[in-house]
């Protein structure tokens, strides 16, 4: 062996009761290192470069020279370890020469009868102002998909807002038409949205259960939390009509677990009072939580100590969902079983997430857009359910956020989870999408350590909780 350098971007190592847990950077791999393992590891780390005379001269007291070989030859095999002479490779950019979509989501009308203090969309408005889709508008954005899904045997359509249950009558219209359309071609079609709960009544449920909707429901807590910001047009708190339409969602609805989802501004941060009362008082199978830290009100976001503060309290549920999780139970905790997902599958991310590739969301012109949050901003849209899509367009994007090593992601530890975060929270915050979610670097890097250490001791005590709890979770 010549003289070979240690590359720290694709190496972390977290101690986890003892055990020294290695994880393989670029593809989220995680292993554990045995003594061997350790000392190259350390050596190296401490060195940066070493040959085998090095090697043999620091090591070979305390270990044979095979297993050092062979330990070595791991890290290369990884990239943890590196010809000193060879220079580091460009970064791969994959070109996007179609979208393979498997989600269109439908922003069916802008208007919502809620009045949210700390609602993103700034041109809040009622659902009679609201601007509703058309009929005609849904039918081509579903052909649109069906064409981009040609090679898939599912397809999803999300219906948003405002809030989308205004605008039922459409709702309804698309679910027939999509269920007909999937029929005729052998594939199969899922339907889901995200409601704040006030427009729920037991016929309504009744049917969005025969049509196996996924349904999450906006709340925000006990009523004390909750009416903080989630109001009506008139100012008045919405929990009373939310938890009572709730609790009767809940025991009626058969069809699919249902996951309430929770915005935390300044004042309202007690995650674990929030998720005991949803998931404990009212029955949610699962809570998660999205602080806000770029909405047009900079008076609601969470910035510095409560927004750290927010992550100690997340870790606490963490570890109660730890404890439960050895015990063989689940605590509906979204974000730890999404933290858990990641690393239990080795989730290995170009770009953060779907939009653009995967799925687009519509307005009511029929123009596309990444992404349901960007419908009524000023970013570029690509193309029309009418045109098709702009694939150079979106392309020239979506390549382009495969490379954000001008930012500093390119040597992040948590780049193949994270891949530089939300576009739209970078947007709104910072005016550009590419920009890494500074505000939230160092409390993701400390959540995904925790992470590492939560599924090494669920994995030591109770392994089987994975199969049972985490997979089929995924496939609902």
């Given amino acids: ?165 205004t605008n039922i009558a459409l709702i309804r219209q698309v679910v027939d038409h999509a269920e007909a359309r999937v029929a005729e071609l052998g594939k199969t079609v899922d339907f889901s949205l995200t409601t704040n709960g006030t427009l729920l009544s037991e016929p309504l449920v009744d049917w969005l259960d025969a049509h196996r909707f996924g349904l999450t429901v906006s709340m925000d807590g006990p009523k004390a939390l909750h009416d903080v910001n989630r109001r009506n047009v008139g100012g008045r708190g919405t929990y009373d009509a939310v938890a009572r339409n709730v609790r009767m969602l809940l025991g009626r609805y058969r069809s699919r677990p249902v996951g309430a989802r929770v915005t935390l501004t300044r004042g309202v941060t007690d995650v674990l009072a929030i998720h005991d009362h949803l998931r404990g008082d009212l029955g949610f199978a699962e809570v998660g939580f999205g602080p806000a830290t770029s909405g047009p009100v900079s008076v609601f976001n969470l910035e510095g100590a409560a927004l750290g503060q927010v992550f100690e309290d997340m870790k606490t549920l963490g570890r109660r969902y730890v404890e439960a999780a050895i015990r063989g139970e689940n605590i509906g905790f979204s974000n730890m079983h999404q933290l858990l997902t990641d690393i239990a599958q080795g989730t290995k991310k170009a770009v953060p997430c779907g939009a653009g590739l995967g799925m687009l969301a519509v307005d009511k012109a029929g123009d596309l857009h990444l992404c349901h949050r960007f419908v009524g901003s000023d970013q570029p849209t690509y193309g029309n359910v009418e045109t098709g899509i702009d694939v150079p367009r979106l392309a020239g994007f979506i390549e382009g956020a495969q490379d954000r090593s001008g930012y500093g992601c390119r040597t992040c530890r948590i780049r193949s989870i994270c891949a530089g975060g939300c576009y739209h929270e970078s947007y709104a915050r910072q005016g550009d999408p590419f920009a890494p979610v500074y505000h939230y670097c160092d409390l993701m890097r400390d959540w995904v350590d925790f992470g590492i250490a939560a599924y090494t001791r669920i994995m030591q005590a109770n392994p089987d909780f994975f199969r049972r709890h985490l997979q089929p979770r995924r496939a609902q």
């Fill in 1 to 165: 062996m010549g003289m070979l350098a240690f590359i720290p971007e694709n190496a972390h190592r977290v101690e986890v009761d003892g055990r020294a847990m290695l994880m393989h950077v670029p593809s989220t791999g995680l292993y554990e290192m045995d003594a061997v393992a350790r000392d190259v590891f350390d050596l190296f780390a401490r060195a940066g470069v070493a040959d085998a005379a090095a090697l043999r001269a620091e090591l070979g007291g305390r270990h044979a020279p095979g297993a050092l070989a062979d330990c070595v030859a791991s890290f290369v095999a990884l990239d943890i370890l590196r010809d000193a002479a060879t220079p580091a490779a460009p970064i791969r950019i994959a070109r996007v020469e179609d979208v393979p979509l498997s989600t269109i989501v439908l922003n069916v009308n802008t208007g919502c009868n809620l009045a949210c203090t700390y609602c993103y969309k700034e041109d809040l408005t009622t659902p009679a102002k609201g601007e509703k889709m058309t009929f005609q508008t849904a039918v081509a954005a579903f052909e649109l998909l069906l064409r981009q899904a040609s090679a898939r045997d599912r397809v999803n359509v999300v219906f948003f807002g405002g809030e989308p249950l």
